[in-house]
């Protein structure tokens, strides 16, 4: 799977916007881009997947531009049950390659 | 629920000793995925199996082992434990590779003492 760089850390306040972009430089063409999402002592759960433009789910938006080197993880008017760690992963669906977990984003959400 | 299931949920044991994390993929899922969580290491990727074979390894010290069996269950074994293996253990099952959307399990936390 493809190395990517993400923030450590992020702050927002409840009912804002979020928008948590991620890195990578090295996404082959068949890859596609993977978010999870986890809270403290518990597996991620994942919560969208995306190969170009634009996906929307009922939780969050992806948006990837053209040259596929970033996307980013749209979360709409966040609550303090949104805080969590997010994670980026690229790469192909079928692949049997060692996965890559990086410290991901930190997400805070303030009252 | 995200249909994997992983057993024990807890595990205290103590240094030198040996265990066996269970895990049960989601039906239908040929992949089974184990990682160790610890506060200092973040998510670290143990070793994968398809349909009954390895397919990818990672960071899996060789004190720890760990097998896919024919009716798709995995268990990892842990031994000569050590302090420092104390950490969330997960599993997690796709129905193809690794990129494609993984569901993990609840995790077991194991505490050496």
């Known amino acids: 799977l493809a190395k990517t760089t993400q923030p450590i850390s992020m702050d927002s306040y409840e009912g804002q916007e979020v928008n948590i972009t991620c890195s990578h430089n090295?996404?082959?063409?068949?890859?596609?881009i993977t978010w999870y999402q986890q809270f403290p002592s518990q597996g991620p759960r994942f919560i969208i997947q995306?190969?170009?433009t634009k996906v929307t789910n009922e939780v969050a938006s992806l948006f990837i531009p053209a040259d596929r080197k970033s996307s980013t993880l749209s979360l709409p008017r966040v609550s303090l049950s949104d805080t969590a760690v997010y994670y980026c992963?690229?790469?192909?669906?079928?692949?049997?390659?060692?996965?890559?977990f990086g410290p991901g984003t930190s997400l805070s959400v303030i009252p | 629920d995200s249909g994997v299931t992983q057993t024990p949920k807890h595990l205290i044991t103590a240094t030198g000793q040996r265990v066996t994390l269970r895990c049960s993929p989601r039906?239908?899922?040929?992949?089974v995925y184990w990682y160790q969580q610890s506060l200092d290491q973040g998510l670290q990727f143990l070793i994968q199996?398809?349909?009954?074979?390895?397919?990818a390894k990672g960071n899996i010290l060789e004190r720890f082992s760990a097998q896919q069996f024919p009716d798709l269950h995995s268990e990892l074994n842990l031994s000569s434990l050590e302090l420092g293996d104390s950490a969330l253990y997960f599993c997690a099952s796709s129905v193809v590779g690794s990129g494609g959307e993984q569901f993990f399990g609840p995790g077991t936390r194991l505490t050496v003492l």
């Open positions: 090295n996404i082959a063409t068949n890859d596609y």
């Open positions: 199996y398809y349909n009954g074979e390895e397919r």
């Open positions: 992963l690229v790469g192909l669906k079928t692949s049997y390659d060692k996965v890559i």
């Open positions: 995306g190969y170009k």
């Open positions: 039906s239908g899922d040929l992949s």
